[in-house]
T-cell receptor, first 113, second 114 residues
């Protein structure tokens, strides 16, 4: 069974600095996708970034990038130049081919001005 | 496009009461999902519908039923609400199950069962 673990319940970062959120997962498949979703206080779930397991290149979306370590089953999210609007709950999620999305427990990110 | 809409946004029920959460999407997606979100547990899948006319259980289906009314609509019913069902409920849709397709989420329904 696929599992996703986020070991940091809460993180803080100073505005304009960089923060890394950790995620590890377990799957027996070689073909799968990983996601980071952001949930601000409005509760709306927003896709931040997606990584396909068969692609070795780490995904990047503006200030957001991932460090995907397939052998270690690790998928961390780096937020550069943090902004107040980045404050939210961040969820790591995994989907195996033809299967359902499984979420981690989430990490609350606080941004200090 | 409204995306994924859910009604109601908030609901308070007494133990034993029933209710139906409504969800609709206007993106012509094949697959739809119902999740619940509880503190410290992330989102857990209750039921999903891979395509119109099919439904299947997720991780936490007990106490719930679903209906895929047509391609656009997917409802979640609580037949006899229990305090353990106090949660935030999200509906989502995607082009197809798995395969890395992004799931689009509705705004959520906060349900309290007293």
């Amino acid at each position: 069974a696929q599992t996703v673990t986020q070991s940091q319940p809460e993180m803080s970062v100073q505005e304009a600095e960089t923060v890394t959120l950790s995620c590890t997962y377990d799957t027996s498949e070689s073909d799968y996708y990983l996601f980071w979703y952001k949930q601000p206080p409005s509760r709306q779930m927003i896709l931040v970034i997606r990584q396909e397991a068969y692609k070795q290149q780490n995904a990047t979306e503006n200030r957001f990038s991932v460090n995907f370590q397939k052998a270690a089953k690790s998928f961390s999210l780096k937020i550069s130049d943090s902004q107040l609007g980045d404050a939210a709950m961040y969820f790591c999620a995994l989907v195996e081919y033809g299967n359902k999305l499984v979420f981690g427990a989430g990490t609350i990110l606080r941004v200090k001005s | 496009n409204a995306g994924v809409t859910q009604t109601p946004k908030f609901q308070v029920l007494k133990t034993g009461q029933s209710m139906t959460l409504q969800c609709a999407q206007d993106m012509n997606h094949n697959s739809m999902y119902w999740y619940r979100q509880d503190p410290g547990m992330g989102l857990r899948l209750i039921y999903y519908s891979a395509s119109e006319g099919t439904t299947d259980k997720g991780e936490v289906p007990n106490g719930y039923n679903v209906s895929r009314l047509n391609k656009r609509e997917f409802s979640l019913r609580l037949e006899s609400a229990a305090p353990s069902q106090t949660s935030v409920y999200f509906c989502a849709s995607s082009e197809s199950p798995g395969d890395g397709y992004e799931q689009y989420f509705g705004p959520g329904t906060r349900l309290t069962v007293t």
